[in-house]
């Protein structure tokens, strides 16, 4: 009898024992996100935190992970050994627990759920409700917009820019030249433009960044060297030397790449210190997950951000382009779930032909053959009554009406302010069409 009494209280210690472990044990990972709560506080600047022992010593070797903070004030620990994930928001005493580990990555980084936006004509700069309502419904937090040196002197532009900010959309300044891969006078002076400009206007009118489409394989240098390896080298000192020269004048720099310079010697050099972002052309639709495997590794490795571009030109080659929306969005979904790292996301290429395949509208734009009659307020009245309002675009070297949701089949009447009435027929040419007014 006294040997059970005996044999029941060892096992009722253990159980005493074990379960205390087990509390300890569910209640770390609330008590590392609190202490990562606490740490981001005091360093408010820091949202990655990779390598979880550096910054909570108490965390073992076999679990060690990393932690995300947003501003958003939502924390993820993802515990790589043991296969967990764990989240909450600030304040929150609740601690949700997941094996879904893109789940996790969909909490805590909302970068993947973003895009962006190539725009190389101007219909962005009218930065009208119709376009932003377009590029939100597409999730677009940066918008890469070519801007002349003329209209980056305009107070038109710093308007345009201040309207995005507004609605928490990023504008990049899209530069790009294949023979500034070899010379790079020409996009440092185009940065230097950026940098000055952000010195003059307000905190809402800044851009962003700049965005380097340089691809040095499209220049003659290229076509008629032998030694295409020691030109990939200079073209990686050279886009490293543009990016020091940006991040001088604290501007993000995001560089156009294309997926097969792995082969390269510079390739690890390229995507370690010459952009804080880096845009694959990742345009062939029969390769598009297996041609990202070494770009997504290095980036993974140093922490930078990248973006898979699809190409939405009815003009590219069958295996480039889409018939559809929903194919291009099944693709970058099939490509994400592919590579669950969490500075991985999506982008377009490029305005207006996405909202083109979207919502099966274009773009119309309408020039008057004279400023002088140019009205006030221009008008798009559809067969069926409903009438558009146009955005006034005035740059240094054209002013037009744009209208961003125009039905190529219906037939429209434009009215103007002034009197002036005239029938149109739209023929949307990959998402854009343009009439001249006599």
């Not at 967990?84 to 005493?93: A, I």
């Not at 997504?296 to 190409?311: D, F, G, P, V, Y």
Request: glycine fraction near 4%; include cysteine; hydrophobic fraction near 35%.
């Amino acid at each position: 009898m006294k040997k059970k009494i005996i044999f029941f209280s060892c096992v009722s210690i253990l159980v005493v024992i074990l379960g205390g472990w087990i509390i300890r044990k569910s209640n770390e990972p609330l008590k590392l996100l609190k202490a990562t709560e606490k740490f981001y506080k005091e360093n408010p600047t820091n949202y990655l935190f990779d390598g979880v022992t550096n910054i909570l010593p108490y965390l073992s070797k076999d679990d060690i992970g990393s932690i995300v903070v947003t501003k958003e004030g939502k924390i993820s620990l993802r515990l790589n050994y043991s296969n967990k994930c764990y989240y909450k928001d600030f304040e929150d005493k609740k601690i949700f627990h997941t094996l879904d580990q893109s789940q996790c990555f969909s909490y805590a980084i909302n970068y993947r759920e973003t895009t962006s936006m190539y725009s190389w004509n101007n219909d962005s700069l009218s930065s009208s409700k119709e376009l932003i309502s377009n590029l939100k419904e597409l999730k677009v937090k940066s918008l890469y917009q070519n801007i002349s040196s003329e209209d980056l002197d305009k107070k038109y532009i710093e308007d345009v820019i201040a309207n995005y900010t507004k609605e928490k959309i990023d504008v990049y300044r899209l530069i790009g030249d294949a023979k500034w891969a070899f010379d790079t006078s020409i996009p440092k002076k185009l940065i230097k433009e950026i940098i000055l400009y952000n010195e003059t206007v307000n905190d809402d009118g800044k851009l962003k960044g700049v965005v380097l489409d340089i691809e040095p394989h499209l220049s003659d240098i290229w076509a008629h060297s032998e030694d295409k390896n020691e030109l990939f080298k200079e073209y990686t000192l050279n886009m490293i030397d543009l990016y020091n020269y940006a991040k001088n004048g604290n501007l993000e720099v995001v560089l156009c790449t294309n997926n097969w310079f792995s082969k390269f010697d510079y390739f690890d050099e390229l995507y370690n210190k010459a952009a804080d972002v880096y845009s694959i052309m990742n345009y062939d639709k029969r390769y598009n997950i297996d041609n990202l495997e070494e770009e997504l590794a290095i980036a993974s490795e140093n922490h930078k951000k990248i973006e898979t571009i699809a190409h939405s030109s009815m003009n590219s080659e069958p295996e480039e382009s889409y018939d559809n929306f929903a194919e291009l969005n099944k693709d970058h979904i099939k490509i994400l779930k592919a590579y669950p790292y969490e500075r991985f996301r999506a982008s377009y290429h490029y305005l207006p032909t996405i909202t083109y395949l979207k919502n099966g509208t274009v773009y119309l734009s309408v020039y008057f053959s004279s400023l002088e009659n140019l009205p006030s307020e221009l008008f798009l009245i559809s067969s069926n009554g409903d009438v558009q309002k146009g955005t006034l675009i005035t740059l240094a070297s054209e002013s037009y009406f744009l209208f961003s949701n125009v039905n190529e089949k219906e037939d429209y009447t434009l009215s103007s302010s002034d009197g002036f009435i005239q029938n149109v027929n739209i023929e949307g040419k990959n998402g854009h069409s343009k009439i001249v007014v006599d």
